[in-house]
T-cell receptor, first 118, second 116 residues
Framework: AQKITQTQPGMFVQEKEAVTLDCTYD???????LFWYKQPSSGEMIFLIY??????QNATEGRYSLNFQKARKSANLVISASQLGDSAMYFC???????????????FGRGTSLIVHP | GAVVSQHPSWVICKSGTSVKIECRSL??????MFWYRQFPKQSLMLMAT?????????EQGVEKDKFLINHASLTLSTLTVTSAHPEDSSFYIC????????????FGPGTRLTVL
């Protein structure tokens, strides 16, 4: 079974509107972390936002917010006021286990391609 | 934020040759480095996890003799694609973590390999 599921292969949004990219996850760990990355056509992976499983508040970073619903095991990314430069692939990822000085291996979803229309 | 570089950013080689890709952490000591492979419009596929001074741990299905990984220091890991074939053409990305940034991987810009 997939640990990270992104059900939207592609999304379109009008410039200046908000868009939600879906991500659900599967883990039996109590301690885990959820990430969102942006990958533009240049290929670099850009870290956007992080949510820890024990964080009670939804993470926010500028125009990015993470709608964390623990009971539903979902971690949707909300981009407010979309810009043309937001057009890219977006990957949801999960780290399981405690980050206690050892290494961890994140699992990536298949990604969602976002296109922002002018 | 922490910076990871990769060299080269792109490479074209003939079938049968070997190609080395370097991954460096520029301003931090990377206790662990990861190597990923990404095909067009697909997700990142973890190839191996590399800890400084020890042998890399390869994911199932990844040929150890084909993809040689060396993590000789806390700032450098190398991936060597040996006897490259056209099917090895892909985008290779490394990432690194350190002891103080447990929650984040720092990604290199990637290397696009084309084998003719």
């Amino acid at each position: 079974a997939q640990k990270i599921t992104q059900t939207q292969p592609g999304m379109f949004v009008q410039e200046k509107e908000a868009v939600t990219l879906d991500c659900t996850y599967d883990t039996s760990d109590q301690s885990y972390g959820l990430f969102w990355y942006k990958q533009p056509s240049s290929g670099e992976m850009i870290f956007l936002i992080y949510q820890g499983s024990y964080d009670e508040q939804n993470a926010t970073e500028g125009r990015y917010s993470l709608n964390f619903q623990k009971a539903r095991k979902s971690a949707n990314l909300v981009i407010s006021a979309s810009q043309l430069g937001d057009s890219a692939m977006y990957f949801c990822a999960m780290r399981e286990g405690l980050a206690s000085g050892g290494s961890y291996i994140p699992t990536f979803g298949r990604g969602t391609s976002l296109i922002v229309h002018p | 934020g922490a910076v990871v570089s990769q060299h080269p950013s792109w490479v074209i080689c003939k079938s049968g040759t070997s190609v080395k890709i370097e991954c460096r952490s520029l301003d931090f000591q990377a206790t662990t480095m990861f190597w990923y492979r990404q095909f067009p419009k697909q997700s990142l596929m973890l190839m191996a996890t590399s800890n400084e001074g020890s042998k890399a741990t390869y994911e199932q299905g990844v040929e150890k003799d084909k993809f040689l990984i060396n993590h000789a220091s806390l700032t450098l890991s190398t991936l060597t694609v040996t006897s490259a074939h056209p099917e090895d053409s892909s985008f290779y990305i490394c990432s690194a973590t350190d002891r103080t940034h447990y929650n984040e991987q720092f990604f290199g810009p990637g290397t696009r390999l084309t084998v003719l």
